[in-house]
Structures are given as structure tokens and as C-alpha cells.
């Protein structure tokens, strides 16, 4: 049996700011088709990590292997026409424009038909009612949850293979971080990957299939979630429990 060729395989990623280094080589293999989550603390580098798997930051060493093909010096619009798609930390809408407005800014790189488009308008809303509710609101004026869909909603746009979410659940009510929970399930049932930067470990671990610990810019763990979730050593870093 061959083992298969993973859809995004990072190794001795190293990427920072200016002088100051922060990731010092990540490896990192992410299956196609799953659910991966990427948990730390506060500055281990996971959104430094996003930035640079979404062409914001360029690596200075190593490889990011998507299908395959090395990504490295590629722009942002350029990875996202490879099918990687970035819903940041903070949301980052348009607060004045309206929910379709900001949805349709996903679909900017795609040189497809209109009717194609309008399909993935019409799936984001399928998965997310409250933006069809609310499609003429202007974004900035709605809550944190209803945000996050949009946010969500923009990224799908681009029909991307591979979803990357910094800090899904930041500021929501355990209610709607269930509900976001369900839907991503729902999307990754219908064939999208996904790469979830979740502070709450638990949440993170019951959501994904594979998880990856990082702390101070290098990946300390990773594996089953499920086994993950009853590690004692994780829960004693991350959930400040002992093993039960
Ligand atoms: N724009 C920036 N300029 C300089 N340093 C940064 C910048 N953004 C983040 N950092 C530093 O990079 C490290 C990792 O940050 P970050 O990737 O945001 O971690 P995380 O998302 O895991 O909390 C931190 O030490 C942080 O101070
Ligand atoms: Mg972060």
C-alpha cells in the first residue's frame, strides 16, 4: 500500500518579522479531507503560521508542499487561487459595506462565471441562514457570532480546497461556537479541509480529527485528537486538569 500524498506538508518552516524569528521550523503534515486543529498559548506562533501558509509573510527557510507543489514565494492571491483560503484573526470585514458585499469580495480572484459565483452565494447562505437574514446589514454593525459567519462565508467564497480559521470561537457564546462547530462539520462532510486555530483545547480536540500543539514557534505535539484529548500531559498544559 502507498501512503498518500498529504495536501499540505510543511517542513523546517522558519518565518518572522523583521529581525525577530518566530516560527523555527515547523513540520507539519495536513491530510486532505480533515479536520485539523492547531492549539498553543498566547505567542507560540500559530497565527504567525497561517500568515505565512497564506503568502502574508515570507518563509526564509523550508518548504510548504501543497499536492505537492512548493508554495514558497508565492502571494497571497496566488495561494488563494491554489485553493487556500485565510479567515484571520479579528474578522477583518468591511465594517460599512453590507454581508453580500463582503461575501462577494471572496470570490474576487475567481475567473469563473457569474452562475458559479451565485452557487457559492447561495451555499454560504444554505449553511448560514442569519446572512441571508441579514445580506443587506452592513457587517460591522452585527454581533461577534454573525461576524464570524461572514468571515467564514468570505472565505468560502473562493472555493477553497483548504480553510485556515485563526481563532474561531475568540468572544463567543458557547451557544454559537456550538452552532460554527456544526457547520464546519457539515462543510468538511462535503469534502473541505480545514486548519482551526482554537484557544478553547477541548472544543479544539472534539472538533478535528488531528491537532498540532506549538509553543515558542516550534510544533511540541501532535496526533489523534481523541488521543490528544486524554493525554495526561496535555491536559496538565493546556486544560489545568491532571489526568483523570
Ligand atoms: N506584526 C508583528 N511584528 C512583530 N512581531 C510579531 C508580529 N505579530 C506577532 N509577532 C510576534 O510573534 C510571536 C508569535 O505571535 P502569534 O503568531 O500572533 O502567536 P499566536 O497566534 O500563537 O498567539 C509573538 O512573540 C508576537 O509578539
Ligand atoms: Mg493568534
New binding site residues.
Given amino acids: 500500500m502507498t501512503t498518500p500524498v498529504p495536501l499540505l506538508e510543511i517542513s523546517g518552516l522558519q518565518a518572522?518579522?523583521?529581525e525577530?524569528t518566530?516560527l523555527w521550523g515547523i513540520d507539519m503534515a495536513l491530510q486532505q479531507g480533515e479536520i485539523t486543529a492547531l492549539i498553543?498559548?498566547?505567542?507560540?506562533?500559530?497565527?504567525?503560521?497561517m500568515?505565512t501558509l497564506s503568502g502574508l509573510i515570507a518563509p526564509r527557510a523550508g518548504k510548504i508542499l501543497w499536492n505537492g507543489e512548493d508554495l514558497c514565494g508565492k502571494n497571497p492571491a496566488q495561494i488563494l487561487a491554489h485553493g487556500i483560503a485565510h479567515v484571520p484573526?479579528g474578522r477583518r470585514l468591511f465594517g460599512p459595506m453590507n454581508v453580500e458585499d463582503n461575501l462577494l469580495m471572496g470570490a474576487y480572484a475567481r475567473r469563473e462565471p457569474r452562475a458559479a459565483i451565485a452557487r457559492s452565494l447561495d451555499q454560504v447562505y444554505t449553511t448560514f441562514p442569519k446572512l441571508y437574514e441579514r445580506r443587506t446589514q452592513a457587517a460591522g454593525t452585527m454581533s461577534g457570532g454573525e461576524q464570524q459567519m461572514c468571515a467564514i462565508g468570505r472565505g468560502l467564497m473562493s472555493a477553497p480546497k483548504l480553510l485556515m480559521i485563526?481563532e474561531l470561537s475568540l468572544g463567543l457564546s458557547p451557544l454559537l461556537v456550538e452552532q460554527l462547530v456544526e457547520s464546519l462539520q457539515a462543510l468538511n462532510r462535503d469534502g473541505l479541509s480545514l486548519l482551526v486555530?482554537e484557544q478553547d483545547v477541548v472544543t479544539a480536540l472534539e472538533l478535528s480529527s488531528h491537532a498540532f500543539a506549538?509553543d515558542m514557534?516550534r510544533v511540541v505535539q501532535g496526533g489523534g485528537s481523541s488521543a490528544m484529548l486524554h493525554d495526561p500531559a496535555i491536559r496538565q498544559a493546556y486544560l489545568g486538569m491532571l489526568a483523570a
Fill in positions: 518572522g518579522y523583521g525577530i518566530v498553543g498559548s498566547n505567542g507560540a506562533g500559530k497565527s504567525t503560521l500568515r484573526e485563526d486555530v506549538m514557534g
